[in-house]
């Protein structure tokens, strides 16, 4: 049974600089400590929805997700 336990932002950021120092940029992970892993959730999106949704966009739309991709970035690594 797994409990949910809400962390401070203290510690929530000393968790993702550790995470960073091993190259993980997931914003979801699980750490098992018994065996010493960590485990990154991938993003939900195939290569195939990908390339879909790429035919359907506008350049001027590409350009403003990829500013709001950057943005996020910017934010989970502040």
Known sequence: MMILKKM???ATSTIKSILQK????NPRVLI???KQTVEAQ???YSVDDLLEAAGTLTPERGKELLKEV???R???NA
Not at 22 to 25: A, C, Q
């Open 8 to 10: 401070d932002s203290q």
């Open 70 to 72: 950057g943005q996020s």
């Open 32 to 34: 098992d400590l018994e």
């Open 74 to 76: 910017e934010e989970w």
């Open 22 to 25: 091993l190259n993980i940029n």
């Open 42 to 44: 991938e993003d939900d």
